[in-house]
């Protein structure tokens, strides 16, 4: 059994024994082969003397228990390191940011508290998969939808709060965003309910999320002030219908208007689905066309098809795009149709994109497993542009003939107004490679950051390296930040280093 | 109500809906009449874009093992339909011949239902048509090594197939942690990767 850092053995076994009476001595996680379930399967330093593991871990199963354990943890400043499935591969899985920390694993808080369609939404714990949410809906035959990521096996609630997507309409894509009021342990053990949740016998906790005062919800996102035990989700009432069409261009420079028509469809609400751009250094081959973007509109069948026409006729204004009207989707899906659609698309969860990425006749060179690389850049053809370059410079260079197998870019609209482009760092069991991956990683964090750019969500190995690339005004945001953690969790105890924000004891001068 | 090493053993998915389902060997694509020689193995998965995986699953299926085709290697709808309701009820062993995120996915929900990958080896398909082979867990199991394999040359499968076949469940399984499967071995350009698999174990 090894020891939380700058934890006693007396003070560990006092927590251990507490945690058990607490939870049951079943529930508390202490064996070697046991806390190794808890390593990041895609860590950047697999299986090197770098790699962050955890030292135990503890499943509570409710409210109360997770107080219990949290106020033990304060009491014996034991690190705490929350997860809801550890689902979130590419981006740290599992594993603590600051080696040594006990798992908090709220798997076993696996309720589906309240489904109300005649509102459309959701309260979940955190141990609530997509899979479960879908399959709790699909057995209660209620017609709302989903939004899951890709995959479909994370948590809800993990996949909001780590600021993940979808792929469905605007605003439920957006996982943090489409979220409606909270329950929050904090690290003295006492709970807190956000927005209309504040109020005793609420009966508006999701159907109001900013409640009366300072909205707090935001401080628990890619955060260590609280443990979320609670939370609620604005779902889609099932549209009548998604219809996706396909704009392309064979000139390089027609990604500016292309962008700019696209962006103005979706600010007005007329373009409601995850568009996707293809192109740039990926295009498959000659005479295939610089860029494709598909253009995804959810709703009514009559409203589809009359938004897809002023759609069309706003693209095709530019007379070097080309307009390709794509199929018209009823939902629910026939058997015909679920076998040849993105399931994501229909809030439909699955596992495909493991397959998809993986090493198959048809995808010689893939990613495997992988971290991602995910800056947020302005949303105008002209940055696509300028990414590319810095692609072309600074990857394909470095890569050497693709020697370590980097993939991308890829240009995601997760969320209205935004542009992620995702480049993914293949992670393996050559630590030799794994090396170089992680040093192109660190350079391009900081290359990026020159020319105004930052990743929005990173492995945990990175998380210090981007949270220092937002410095303005010498880095006030990490100041502030680290002003709320020292008064909301003054022994530091929850989540140690989890984006960038470090308890005063372990800060770095 | 979850043990406390079928949960430990997640550190994964809550996420096995209660789906009802057939019993595995009952939904079985094939069933020969000599279905009682497999007993041990429940279900066999393959990637039907391999040549190899199909000729494991053709001689495997004559003998009377459930097969199940991968059209793309992705596990959701066999495991949603099959798997999944078959060790919410209790272990069975699942094999497969298939690429390597078939068996991620697969090790990932079966640590959630006490299951292990209990046999695992990969097989490397060069561009010339020549394959090496990894036995990196429970080989000794299957009365299987590389030495055989690279005897049988091309028709490794078949060697792979027999072994399969034969496996029987340990009654002193010993505990084992994660496979190799989440990451691959450094690969040159234009290479293959087939893995062949078991996962059972009994609950402990």
């Given at each position: 059994m090894s020891l939380p850092p700058n934890v006693s053995q007396t003070a560990f076994d006092a927590a251990l024994k507490a945690w058990r009476q607490s939870v049951g001595g079943e529930w508390v996680f202490t064996e070697a082969a046991d806390v190794a379930l808890y390593r990041d399967a895609y860590s950047p330093f697999y299986g090197e003397p770098e790699e962050r593991v955890a030292s135990a871990a503890v499943a509570p199963a409710t409210l109360e228990e997770v107080q219990a354990v949290v106020r033990t943890a304060n009491q014996h400043r034991i690190p705490l390191y929350p997860i809801s499935t550890g689902r979130n591969l590419a981006y740290g899985g599992s594993a603590p940011v600051h080696s040594g920390s006990v798992v908090l694993d709220l798997k076993r808080m696996n309720r589906v508290i309240e489904v109300n369609e005649r509102n459309a939404y959701a309260l979940v714990e955190p141990g609530v998969s997509y899979f479960d949410l879908y399959d709790h809906i699909q057995k209660a035959k209620l017609d709302v939808w989903i939004d899951p990521p890709d995959?479909?096996?994370?948590s809800v609630i993990g996949n909001a709060l780590d600021g993940g997507g979808g792929w469905t309409a605007a605003p439920f894509r957006d996982h943090f965003g489409s979220h409606c009021g909270m329950e929050v342990v904090l690290a003295n053990g006492e709970v807190v309910r956000t927005g209309m949740g504040a109020l005793p016998n609420s009966k508006s906790w999701q159907h109001s999320r900013w409640g009366f005062g300072p909205w707090v919800d935001g401080l628990f996102r890619q955060s260590n002030f609280g443990v979320v035990t609670k939370m609620g989700f604005h779902l889609m009432p099932r549209p009548d219908a998604l219809m996706t069409s396909t704009v392309t261009s064979m000139r390089d420079e027609d990604i500016v208007p292309m962008l700019d028509v696209l962006n103005r469809l979706e600010a007005q609400h007329l373009v409601n689905g995850s568009t996707q751009i293809f192109g740039g250094p990926n295009r498959p081959g000659a005479g295939s066309p610089t860029w494709t973007i598909q253009v995804p509109i959810y709703g009514p069948e009559p409203v589809v098809r009359a938004a897809m026409d002023y759609v069309k006729a706003k693209f095709t204004a530019i007379p070097s795009l080309k307009f390709t009207e794509g199929e018209l989707f009823r939902t629910p899906l026939s058997p015909d149709a679920l076998t040849r659609v993105r399931l994501v698309n229909f809030g439909i969860p699955n596992l495909s994109t493991f397959a998809m990425l993986g090493r198959n006749p048809g995808n010689p060179d893939p990613a495997g497993g992988h971290i991602g690389f995910s800056p947020i850049v302005p949303r105008t053809g002209e940055s696509i542009l300028e990414f590319r370059r810095y692609y072309d410079e600074h990857v394909t260079k470095s890569s050497v003939g693709r020697e370590l197998g980097v993939v991308g870019p890829v240009y995601m609209t997760c969320w209205e107004r935004t542009l992620v482009c995702l480049i993914m760092f293949p992670i393996g069991r050559d630590k030799a490679r794994n090396t170089k991956v992680r040093a192109l990683f660190e350079k391009l964090v900081r290359v990026a950051a020159d020319r105004g750019w930052a990743e929005y969500r990173a492995p945990a190995a990175f998380q210090d390296l981007i949270a220092s690339t937002y410095s303005y005004n010498d880095s006030s945001l990490t100041r502030l930040r680290e002003t709320l953690k020292d008064a909301v969790d003054p022994n530091g105890i929850l989540s140690a280093g989890r984006y960038g924000v470090w308890p005063k004891h372990l800060r770095k001068a | 109500m979850t043990s406390r090493r079928e949960f430990l053993e997640v550190?994964?998915?809550?996420?096995?809906?209660a789906i009802a389902g057939t019993p595995l060997k009952a939904a079985a694509t094939t069933v020969s009449p000599q279905a009682s020689a497999f007993d041990a193995l429940q279900l066999l998965l393959f990637d039907e874009r391999y040549s190899q995986s199909r000729d494991v699953a053709t001689r495997m299926s004559r003998t009377g093992a459930a097969v199940h085709s991968l059209a793309d290697g992705d596990v959701t709808q066999v495991w949603l339909n099959r798997i999944a309701p078959a060790w919410q009820r209790g272990p069975s062993i699942v094999a497969g011949v298939t690429a390597r995120p078939a068996l991620f996915c697969l090790e990932q929900l079966a640590l959630s239902s006490g299951l292990r990958v209990v046999f695992h080896a990969e097989h490397v398909i060069h561009a010339d048509g020549s394959t090496e082979h990894s036995l990196l867990r429970g080989a000794e199991s299957l009365d299987l090594s590389s030495s055989d394999l690279n005897r049988a040359g091309a028709r490794w499968h078949a060697r792979i197939a027999d072994a399969l076949t034969r496996y029987r469940p340990s009654t002193a399984q010993s505990r084992v942690g994660r496979s190799e499967a989440a990451l691959e071995p450094f690969l040159p350009p234009r290479t293959q990767l087939l893995t062949s698999w078991i996962i059972g174990g009994d609950r402990s």
């Open positions: 995959p479909g096996w994370g | 550190a994964a998915l809550s996420a096995v809906p």
